[in-house]
């Protein structure tokens, strides 16, 4: 029985303990209760090949380690997901993710310790127990000696880990390796994993995989919003460091925004408001990286909605999400089937983008459009819905942006500038809100352990409004 299985048993300072044990891999006693998996499990729930059957269609040929658990549905979502659909035309290498759900009734697998790491990550990186992330490789190319005449294959990892850059880096290093071997090259990459320390927030991570040491930091709750401690790469002491991330979670957000940058206001907007948003976009690489992109503009908040980087027609939730006898959910939908056109006509705001390139002109302005003109996937780039934003348009921010492009700014600086406005425009709107609640909250003085707890005071909507006159999102305007 794993550690997994007996935690239902455990005390939180079993949980403790076992937190310990994780980060201590040189061979303490402590670490005697590990068993194998145990490191594994708490960065990936498994590892999946999928590959295409002739008759089948696509089908997980095989899940590592062999003992991991998925139910059928689970399966049959992440089949459909791990390929592009077939209008995509994705030859070579592709990269991108998905998210779907877990299926409900399955025990959670992360035990008691792993919650404890959780408790330190800032908001937007908590896990959600309830869905799974799938970040897959996906490979086509001509082979003349298959029926198909073409090989397709994905390799994917699903972990409950919202951390993008991370698997697509590692996915990058062993992929290309992992097609022209065999499942032994998977089994070497997954004891690899299975030697990393814990995802402890706050702390330099050492993790190797198949000869390379990658270096990150996971962010804290801690962390002032904003800022991203840099992890120095090839220090003396680190000589043997193959690459330092930058990042564990983040994209690049001017590549992502840039075809529609002129209304990146609006799309806070409706990110911020929860509107029903979907993402048409020629491959599932472009229409995923723009959803994890809209997703993260209203960072240090979460986005509690559901999102969708990548959704097919097969996908167990497609009725649910494009039926018309109810209004669209709140959910923003990655997706590259011509089909959806039609069928998510009745959606109020839709973003067509194009292909995803390196910014080396300066983008078009780009009007919004009426849904009305949205007939295929081949509608011109852009933003189509009816909604009025409040805010008036900040030329500063476009102007800066297009100087940028003009003066051949790295996109990785673009992206900090983009960051740092969406940051500024999320902290003017929770501000004036956390310092009228502030308000509310009882004095110190009213606090003692000989009195019943004091009442906080009703929220009023109108005085909170009054409050906006003088102490409204100016005080944290530049």
Known sequence: MSLRERSPGRTAEDGEDAAGALAEPDGSDRCLSLLPWDRFS?????????????????????????????????????????????????????????????????????????????????????????????????????????????????????????????????????????????????????????????????????????GIIMKLRIPTYRDKPGTTPVVQNMHQADAQISMALPTVHEVDLFRCFCPVFFHIQMLWELVLLGEPLVVMAPSPSESSETVLALVSCISPLKYCSDFRPYFTIHDSEFKEYTTRTQAPPSVILGVTNPFFAKTLQHWPHIIRIGDLKLPGEVPKQVKVKKLKNLKTLDSKPGVYTSYKPYLNKDEEIVKQLQKGVQQKRPTEAQSVILRRYFLELTESFIIPLERYVASLMPLQKCISPWKSPPQLRQFSQDDFMKTLEKAGPQLTSA
């Open 42 to 210: 708490a960065w990936l729930h498994c590892v999946c090949v999928v590959g295409f059957d002739l008759e089948l269609g696509q089908a997980v040929e095989v899940i590592y380690p062999p003992h991991s658990k998925l139910t059928d549905k689970e399966k049959t979502n992440i089949c459909y997901l791990s390929f592009p659909d077939s209008n995509s035309g994705c030859l070579g290498d592709t990269q991108f993710c998905f998210r779907f759900r877990q299926s409900p009734g399955r025990k959670v697998s992360f035990c008691c310790f792993l919650d404890q790491l959780d408790r330190d990550l800032p908001v937007y990186l908590k896990k959600d127990p309830a869905y799974y992330y799938g970040y897959v490789y996906f490979r086509q190319v001509r082979d003349k000696s298959l029926k198909r005449g073409y090989f397709q294959k994905s390799l994917v990892l699903i972990s409950k880990l919202p951390y993008v850059h991370l698997f697509r880096t590692m996915l990058k290093q062993i992929a290309p390796e992992y097609f022209e071997k065999s499942e032994a090259f998977l089994e070497a990459v997954c004891s690899d994993v299975d030697r990393w320390p814990p995802p402890i927030p706050g702390k330099i991570l050492h993790l190797p995989v198949m």
